[in-house]
């Protein structure tokens, strides 16, 4: 499904992979939609004892505008804030200004922060 949602993601984003580091790593905030036996959403979140992020928030297009993401959204911050987290973040492409407006609507706010990383 990810590879659906996210047809522009970088080699290094392999989503057999990431699923099977992210599963022995809090698995209970690695969040499955499914309708039918089919993974139609998906949400995978983590906590470091300071801050938690969100990363994959994917809801397949033909199911879209049911509410299926703001639930995921919901059961992501009810999960990390029962584990003590205060702060959650997550980033958004700047081109992708559909989910911008997603998060906008779910209260999420823009900062003014560089984000940075680095290949190990």
């Not at 969100?54 to 049911?66: D, F, H, I, S, T």
């Not at 700047?94 to 560089?114: A, H, M, P, Q």
Request: some cysteine.
């Amino acid at each position: 499904m990810w590879c659906q949602v996210f047809p522009d993601s970088p080699s290094w984003n392999d989503p057999e992979t990431d699923i099977n580091l992210k599963l022995p790593v809090q698995r209970d905030l690695f969040l499955v939609a499914e309708l039918d036996n089919n993974i139609i959403g998906t949400a995978m979140a983590g906590f470091d004892g300071h801050r938690g992020w969100v990363y994959y928030v994917a809801v397949k297009p033909e199911y879209r505008r049911q509410g299926i993401g703001r639930a995921l959204m919901l059961s992501v911050e009810q999960g990390l804030t029962r584990i003590g987290c205060t702060k959650l973040n997550l980033q958004v492409r700047s081109s992708n200004e559909k989910t911008v407006e997603f998060y906008k609507s779910l209260g999420y706010n823009i900062e003014d922060r560089i984000s940075m990383g680095k290949l190990l």
